[in-house]
């Protein structure tokens, strides 16, 4: 049977995923990493391809096999990246890489540009074939990129410090805008025969043009999806494909539109949707998400590293030792760079907390793979260059690609192990025996059910239970490592409760923003359980807003915003509530000692006094506000308790698929449309609330109308400031909710719902006294001269005036 080239593709495609899952079967036995046995399997067929007893006895094959080894590296590039990149900056940390940007920045561009001059110097005197320097910094650049296919799926493989493997996966990631710019640039000169411009000015444009223009495509791609992900909710086929087609259409739209990096647009659009778009994905949809691109990414490692041992194997020439020699010169000489490179920044990376021993790993993490090879291909296939030139280009690329992936890459591990990096740090370690400790504890505790359960009687429990192990005892060093430990794994508890209750619909997803945000900002500072000053502080009205209250067309929109910003701090803080009781379980199974738990429990039930007295303020001022707010929290959980169980339903065959569509979706347009509680209040509102006060019992109702026409509303949060003393007034206030602080230099008063602030002002335009917030406070102010109008029609609202004036005066001449 004939198969001609395109069906034996597809064929190459489903033995290469066999093959991997073949690989993956008996990982255990195997000490290779992944990628170095697919490259060796790659490199075997392609050599195979070579002989002449495929081309006798397997002309299909051999037929495939050479169609792959002429495959356009564009499309090799266009085909693979798109899908790597995006999943590695999405599975990414945001918090993490953000954390380290500074030290992933520095490597990859200022380091790629020395390491691009000094491999370009390297090549320059090294060789034996008298390259021009533009050849040898066209060269230098596109050797010098780590290669983010490699060496993400070596990382993920092998490593167990996070910090570390965000620092080298993130440098591998953006040093490609660099390594483009760079490549494109002295690929123009060596194409133009030396006529381009190469002065410093255009080198720096060319490179801010690439790399910004290509973090804003991805930005801009990347919102407009999350805004078309944000209309949709709990359709995973949708919210799937959408990223898909992201990733793809920032690549393209960057190199093929714009001529900029498609690979820092990709990345800006990964680190995009792995922050902000979090919550914008629908919480049922967001694991499923992240399985899926696992399994894209695996499908495109799988693939491509065989495809590159293909493509080595049979486009390389084999015959020249002249050029073998240069090589190994190379490699030993490439390694050399990549040290002075990285430790010519230590400096920056210490900061990051990087030691000699890391520092050592990220140079010998340096892999290079699909990247540089598709680039020195694009070389190799321009017919206006030396054929011999490109043939050099191509050969030294691959061999330095192959000896990294099989050298480096399988000594990775070794390396690690040597500087005890393949472990947590002894505190983290510490901290998850005692975990696993608490885990023994409760065993033990149950074992008296299970060994009196029916079918259990017999087991040989004496052979299946272990003693619990007491921890070692630490010196006093240890023990503030160890204390920082439990702390940072409390935070991080406390952040994956908020995400949880996220995605079982207890928290919006501002408020587990602003919440997860809290977490991560102690994580990066002293590891503190108290104090959560950023968290706090958020729960206060913005100062700029106050500047807006009094453009007439713009306090309805503020005065919206106030109330807005107070609903999400409230709901802020009763999620923290609940995050400071959910990492209060665990302080007994995590902490390294009894006088540490003592400890952060303090600081736990001081997070939490602070936090119910916020409430509390909030519940007693603005009560309608709250229980707004609470049937709203409790409205979502019930739609989202109720899917739940109609899940478990659909999962137990109650319901036949139509009918378990039908509920379904009935259950998510209620989700969808949930309203959340109104703060616009119309005047007519403001004179029914003016109307329930004590003074205000048998006024006009014009006039109560009026002076709901008057009002301009205001809200202040704990703590603020009102007015101040001696300032000149065009306004009175009246206090709607809440309690105020009047205060003189030789009196304070304390005044509440009903009371007026600045009664004074009314006959000098001046406060006499300053006001503050003890409390969230809504008011309104009545403007003076408007309000006097409004008077002179009333003769009991003058009385009224009339009677606080008085009263006001009477305060002074008893005050000391």
């Known amino acids: 049977m004939h198969l001609d080239s395109s069906v034996l593709m597809v064929i190459f495609v489903i033995l290469s995923l066999l093959l991997?899952?073949?690989?993956?079967?008996?990982?255990k036995t195997l000490s290779s990493p992944y990628c170095v046995i697919l490259l060796l399997a790659g490199l075997s067929l392609g050599l195979y391809g070579r002989t002449e007893h495929i081309q006798a006895n397997l002309p299909g094959l051999n037929s495939a096999l050479r169609t792959l080894a002429q495959v356009d590296p564009h499309l090799i590039l266009l085909l693979f990246l798109p899908t790597l990149i995006f999943e590695s900056a999405f599975s990414m940390d945001p918090h993490l890489f953000k954390r380290m940007s500074k030290q992933i920045m520095v490597l990859a561009v200022p380091g790629l540009i020395l390491s691009t001059v000094l491999t370009a110097i390297l090549t320059f005197y090294l060789f034996p074939w008298q390259w021009s320097w533009t050849v040898c910094f066209l060269f230098g650049a596109l050797i010098s990129a780590t290669d983010p296919v490699a060496v993400v799926s070596l990382l993920k493989e092998i490593s167990s410090r996070k910090r570390l493997e965000t620092l080298i996966e993130g440098e591998s990631l953006l040093n490609d805008g660099t390594a483009i710019v760079l490549f494109s640039l002295f690929y123009g000169l060596l194409t133009s025969g030396g006529q381009a411009d190469l002065n410093i000015a255009a080198i720096s444009s060319s490179f801010i043009s690439v790399v910004f223009l290509?973090?804003?495509?991805?930005?801009?791609?990347g919102a407009v999806f999350l805004f078309w992900i944000g209309r949709v909710f709990n359709q995973a086929i949708i919210e799937i494909t959408l990223t898909i087609s992201a990733a793809y259409i920032a690549y393209f739209i960057a190199e093929n539109v714009f001529h900029v990096s498609g690979v820092v647009a990709v990345v800006s659009l990964g680190v995009l949707v792995s922050s902000v778009g979090r919550t914008r994905i629908s919480p049922g949809v967001s694991v499923f998400l992240h399985h899926f691109w696992q399994m894209m990414a695996h499908i495109a490692n799988t693939l491509i590293f065989i495809l590159v041992g293909i493509i080595i194997a049979s486009r390389i020439r084999l015959d020249n030792w002249e050029w073998w020699v240069t090589l190994a010169g190379l490699y030993i000489g490439i390694q050399i760079i990549r040290a002075v490179t990285v430790f010519t920044f230590m400096p920056i990376l210490k900061q990051a907390g990087i030691s000699k021993e890391k520092a050592l790993v990220v140079i010998w993490g340096g892999l290079r793979g699909a990247v540089s090879l598709a680039l020195a291909l694009i070389i190799a296939q321009d017919h206006f260059l030396p054929k011999e030139l490109g043939d050099q280009i191509l050969f030294l690329t691959a061999g330095i690609v192959v000896l990294t992936i099989l050298i480096n890459a399988s000594s990775m591990s070794i390396l690690l192990r040597f500087f005890g990096l393949d472990k947590l740090p002894e505190a983290?370690?510490?901290?998850?025996?005692?975990?696993?400790?608490?885990?023994?504890?409760?065993?033990t505790n149950d074992l008296a059910l299970l060994q009196q359960h029916e079918f259990l009687q017999r087991a040989d429990w004496k052979s299946l239970t272990e003693p619990i192990t007491e921890a070692q005892p630490v010196s006093a060093v240890q023990e503030a490592d160890f204390l920082v430990a439990f702390r940072q794994r409390l935070l991080e508890t406390e952040r994956q409760f908020y995400w949880s209750q996220f995605s079982q619909g207890s928290l919006t997803a501002q408020a587990t923003k602003h919440l997860v945000t809290a977490v991560e900002f102690s994580?990066?500072?002293?590891?503190?359980i108290s104090l959560r000053r950023t968290l706090f502080e958020s729960w206060k009205t913005p100062n700029y807003i106050l500047w807006f209250y009094h453009i007439p067309f713009l306090n309805k929109m503020v005065v919206n915003f106030s109330f807005e910003h107070l609903s999400l701090s409230y709901d802020t803080a009763r999620g923290f509530l609940q995050g400071q009781e959910e990492i209060q379980k665990h302080l007994q199974s995590l902490s390294p000692s009894e006088q540490d738990r003592q400890l952060v429990e303090q600081e736990i039930e001081d997070n939490k006094k602070h936090t119910r007295l916020y409430i509390q303020k909030?519940?007693?001022n603005f009560p309608e506000l709250s229980y707004s707010l609470e049937t709203y929290a409790a409205q979502r959980l019930l739609l989202h308790l109720e899917r739940v169980y109609l899940n478990e339903l659909i999962t137990e065959g109650v319901f036949d698929e139509s009918e378990a569509k039908k509920l379904t979706k009935e259950i998510e347009y209620k989700i969808i449309h949930l309203a959340k509680p109104p703060h616009r209040v119309s005047p007519k509102k403001i004179s029914e609330q003016l109307a329930l006060m004590p003074w205000a019992k048998g006024l006009k109702e014009k006039s109560l109308f009026l002076l709901g026409r008057l009002a301009i509303r205001e809200i202040y949060n704990s703590g603020e400031m009102i007015c101040r003393q001696n300032r000149n007034a065009v306004s009175i206030a009246l206090i709607l909710h809440g309690k105020?602080?009047?205060m003189s230099p030789t009196h304070e008063e304390i005044a509440g719902t009903g009371a007026v602030?600045?009664?004074?002002?009314?006959?000098?335009?001046?406060?006499?006294?300053?006001a503050k917030a003890m409390t969230p406070v809504e008011l309104i102010w009545l403007n003076i001269e408007h309000l006097k109008i409004v008077i002179a029609q009333d003769k009991q609202l003058g009385?009224?005036?009339?009677?606080?004036l008085a009263q006001q005066s009477h305060r002074k001449e008893v005050s000391p």
Do not use: M
Not at 20 to 27: C, D, E, M, T
Not at 523 to 528: R, S, V
Not at 757 to 770: K, P
């Open 428 to 443: 983290k370690q510490a901290s998850l025996i005692k975990a696993q400790q608490s885990i023994k504890q409760h065993l």
């Open 799 to 804: 009385e009224i005036f009339a009677s606080h």
């Open 618 to 620: 909030i519940r007693e």
């Open 523 to 528: 994580l990066d500072g002293n590891a503190e």
């Open 20 to 27: 991997g899952a073949l690989i993956k079967s008996v990982s």
């Open 740 to 742: 105020v602080v009047l």
């Open 214 to 221: 290509g973090l804003l495509i991805g930005l801009g791609v």
């Open 757 to 770: 602030i600045g009664i004074d002002a009314f006959l000098t335009h001046r406060f006499n006294r300053s």
